[in-house]
C-alpha cells in the first residue's frame, strides 16, 4: 500500500498563504504524476493542480495565477504553495499520486488523508 503523508493545513486569514507538503515513497514518486485535489463541504472533489514527473503543469481554473505546484525529486515531495486565499478556497486538501506500480500495466490512484484549509477573517 502507498501511503501519502501530507502536511501544512490551517487558519489564515484572506490573502494570506500557506504551503502544503506531501511526501511520498522514493519506489514510486519519480514515475508519479503527484497532484492536488480539494473537497469543500458539500461540493464534489476537485483538481486544484497536478504535476508530471516530467514537470509539466496543470492547474484548476479556480487557483490559476495564486497557486504553484512543485515537486522535489531528492526528497520524494510534492509541494502546493497558495497564496492571496480567499475564502471559496476553505476544504480539505488530498494529496494524489497517479502511478503505474511495478509489475502492472494500468495506473493506480492513491490519496493522503487530506489537510484541511480554512481561509476565515
Known amino acids: 500500500q502507498v501511503q501519502l503523508v501530507e502536511s501544512g493545513g490551517g487558519l489564515v486569514q484572506p490573502g494570506g498563504s500557506l504551503r502544503l507538503s506531501c511526501a511520498a515513497p522514493?519506489?514510486?514518486?519519480?514515475?508519479?504524476?503527484m497532484g492536488w485535489y480539494r473537497q469543500a463541504p458539500g461540493k464534489q472533489r476537485e483538481l486544484v493542480a497536478y504535476i508530471t514527473n516530467g514537470d509539466t503543469i496543470t492547474y484548476g481554473d479556480s487557483v490559476k495565477g495564486r497557486f504553484t505546484i512543485s515537486r522535489d525529486d531528492a526528497e520524494n515531495t510534492v509541494y502546493l504553495q497558495m497564496n492571496s486565499l480567499k475564502p471559496e478556497d476553505t476544504a480539505v486538501y488530498y494529496c494524489?499520486?497517479?502511478?503505474?506500480?511495478?509489475?502492472?500495466?494500468?495506473?493506480?490512484?492513491?490519496w493522503g488523508q487530506g489537510t484541511r484549509v480554512t481561509v476565515s477573517s
Open positions: 522514493g519506489t514510486i514518486f519519480s514515475r508519479a504524476v
Open positions: 494524489n499520486a497517479h502511478v503505474v506500480l511495478q509489475y502492472t500495466s494500468d495506473p493506480s490512484d492513491f
